[in-house]
């Protein structure tokens, strides 16, 4: 196995966003370790980034909080976290991912149980399909998604209603809608897929229908259900980055659909909901021959950042979404190179960091190995967490309005 190549002062100053000096002392005191050469000193890029995240979990030395600490509380009534596991209502994630995405987002939305909930997306579609057709042609799904919301929004009378009834209702026609805007994928040999996975039949569950327009291969019943279950593990995960955004939006009564838009806005970034892309681009290298630890070495030089799809400070232990999608993937024989290369790439992260899988991982490897393209997985993120969102956005509009409204302290010349 080749080894990782090194980063130079310069670049292990940038990675921790420290001085030289600053950097130079943490040598000094046995923190970091570096190697001498004529043309200067280099530096382990996994052991830079397992120091990275050792400085993050540490308090800071006044009291206050640490770079990733919240700066505050947030009551949810969804969500839970504890003990390394993932929990919607007391409701264990691993066995809610057995069950249908739709029936698990209208009780999410609702609390009503109704196994045989579809998602229809309304009158408003065929303006945002209009809309999402405008788009250039370097425009991706999720950007067709994000001009969508404003379309519906616009053929909704009832947009601006709070109504808990009423918001669950458009969240509903709003999740559809966002799957129904992109165009399905066609076949290696050109032909569309079955008319009946393109034309968003309501007979068809959500996971079948998205499935269609993010992948040209044609689906078996075992890959339904890890689309379905992913699209359910990635409902809600606390209050995340974009979850907090979304709750700013509705604090100051934004309606359902502004609510969505402040998500998505957040959710496009390369730490959050673009984060499978790079786990995806990291896996494809490997199946394709090259070696595991040069794929992981580029990809950490790539980012300037952790390794794609390893470390949730959440599940110091392991990320139970991860486990779940990944042993669904390995118990199909279909799937044996790409979970050999996430068994390959997952060796030389834990050998250097202790770093575990996490979703993005799991992500990257479901695209990949469903012939998707490499940005499907920000596509499945946003889908699923809408509602996640909204059931965020219902609980704020029962609070203060405004109650988020941080106060901001100069400290400026």
Do not use: C
Not at 241 to 253: K, Q, Y
């Amino acid at each position: 196995m080749d080894a990782l190549p090194r980063l130079t002062a310069d670049q292990t100053a940038e990675r921790l966003g420290v001085k030289l000096e600053t950097l130079y002392a943490y040598v000094a005191r046995g923190r970091l370790g570096r190697e001498r050469t004529a043309e200067g000193s280099t530096f382990d890029p996994l052991e830079v980034e397992r120091f990275a995240a050792s400085r993050r979990r540490r308090p800071s030395a006044d009291g206050g909080h640490s770079e990733g600490r919240p700066l505050m509380v947030i009551e949810t009534t969804f969500a839970l976290i504890e003990d390394g596991e993932l929990r919607y209502r007391g409701r264990p994630v691993d066995h809610l991912a057995a069950e249908p995405f739709e029936t698990v987002a209208r009780w999410a939305l609702t609390g009503e149980w109704d196994a045989t909930a579809r998602f229809a997306p309304g009158a408003g579609v065929a303006a945002a399909r209009a809309v999402a057709g405008a788009l250039p042609a370097s425009a991706g799904d999720r950007d067709r998604q994000l001009v969508a919301v404003s379309a519906l929004a616009a053929a909704d009378p009832l947009r601006a209603s709070l109504d808990p009834v009423v918001v669950a209702s458009a969240a509903e026609r709003l999740v559809a809608g966002m799957v129904e805007v992109l165009e399905p994928r066609r076949r290696d040999d050109g032909d569309p897929r079955p008319a009946a996975l393109s034309a968003g039949s309501p007979d068809l569950d959500l996971a079948s229908r998205l499935f269609a327009r993010l992948s040209p291969a044609a689906p078996s019943a075992d890959d339904i259900r890890l689309f379905n279950a992913a699209l359910v593990l990635l409902l809600d995960h606390d209050t995340a980055v974009s979850t907090l955004a979304a709750r700013a939006a509705a604090s100051a009564r934004a309606t359902p659909y502004g609510v969505v838009v402040a998500g998505l806005g957040a959710l496009d970034s390369p730490l959050h909901g673009n984060a499978s892309r790079a786990a995806h681009r990291l896996l494809a290298r490997v199946v394709s021959g090259e070696d595991p630890a040069r794929a992981v070495a580029d990809a950490v030089v790539a980012t300037h950042g952790p390794v794609p799809g390893f470390g949730q400070p959440l599940y110091p232990s392991g990320d139970p979404r991860a486990r779940i999608l990944l042993g669904m993937l390995t118990d199909d024989s279909r799937h044996a190179e790409v979970t050999a290369a996430v068994r390959a790439v997952s060796d030389v992260v834990r050998e250097r960091t202790g770093a575990h899988p996490n979703v993005d991982l799991a992500l990257g490897a479901l695209t990949l190995t469903t012939g998707m393209s490499d940005d499907a997985g920000e596509v499945v993120f946003a889908t699923a967490r809408t509602v996640g969102w909204i059931v965020h956005a219902l609980d704020e509009y029962a609070q203060h309005p405004l109650r988020l409204r941080p106060v901001g302290r100069y400290v400026g010349p």
